[in-house]
């Protein structure tokens, strides 16, 4: 049986207040065994409701799980999404608080910028390609709010797939002038390089992951918007972060894009 309403808004702010406290929460389904992926996303979006309604702008959506470094890492090999917010954005070469965070964790990614709306179900690597406006090398900072970043997949789909922060930065491209299947990626943490990857690595081509959350949002009659941003998903498995860490990724024909952990 689905959680009831109250349980769904109960949980909301449960989530919601352990990402603004920075404080680690037990997993949704040790109270609630039977929640499931569906479940999950009715969290999801309670929490962005209570963000929308104090004033957050959506500014796009991020993939979750979709490279098999990250399903290995996390334990789930099922692929999600969740909202980015306009607050989470930080500016390339800039800082963030390593404090505003429980125990983040930073991963390489790619980002795409619509120039037009896409609708599922039935959405394809085309689909999307055709309504991109350009792509950028991107770090998505994450921070699950569960204890010891362990969770199932019905914990981590309501918990935001544990979005906290990104970061936009090399060269805009438009993606039909990139091999992005074939796009290598390096990232180093203070000079050293710590994880290798190339875009075929997120679902065989970064616009899969597009596609996938746009027949995902399908599901709750829901799309993406024009001037969407969509981060595609770790293209390798994630590095963790302290203060006094800095990171930077180097993308093929994309520049790079660094942040440094204050
Ligand atoms: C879930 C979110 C995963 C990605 O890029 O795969 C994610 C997690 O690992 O905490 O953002
Ligand atoms: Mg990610």
């Not at 959506?61 to 399903?71: D, E, L, Q, W």
Request: aromatic share 6%; glycine share 10%; hydrophobic share 45%.
């Amino acid at each position: 049986m689905p959680l009831d309403a109250a349980t769904i808004a109960e949980l909301g702010a449960y989530l919601e207040n352990a990402q603004l406290e920075a404080r680690a929460v037990p997993q949704i389904s040790i109270a609630h065994a039977s929640a499931d992926m569906d479940d999950g996303y009715a969290v999801q979006w309670e929490i962005r409701r209570r963000k929308v309604a104090r004033g957050a702008r959506i500014v796009g959506m991020k993939a979750g799980v979709t490279s098999r470094a990250k399903m290995r890492q996390v334990g789930i090999d099922t692929p999600s999404y969740g909202f980015l917010a306009d607050s989470y954005a930080a500016l390339d070469g800039g800082e963030i608080e390593a404090r505003s965070l429980i125990h983040p964790r930073v991963e390489p990614e790619f980002a795409f910028v619509l120039k037009r709306g896409v609708e599922g179900p039935g959405c394809h690597v085309g689909t999307v390609l055709a309504a991109t406006d350009f792509v950028m090398p991107a770090l998505e900072i994450i921070d699950s709010r569960y204890r010891d970043f362990k969770f199932d997949l019905a914990s981590v789909v309501a918990d935001n797939s544990s979005s906290a922060r990104f970061v936009l930065g090399g060269r805009c491209r438009a993606a039909d002038d990139l091999d992005l299947a074939s796009s290598g990626l390096v990232m180093e943490k203070n000079g050293e390089a710590v994880a290798f990857g190339a875009g075929a690595a997120v679902l065989g081509h970064p616009a899969a992951a597009v596609a996938l959350i746009a027949n995902l949002l399908a599901r709750r009659g829901e799309r993406l918007h024009a001037g969407d941003i969509v981060l595609t998903g770790g293209v390798t498995e994630a590095t963790p972060v302290k203060a006094g860490d800095h990171i930077r990724l180097r993308v093929q024909d994309l520049g790079s894009v660094s942040i440094r952990f204050v």
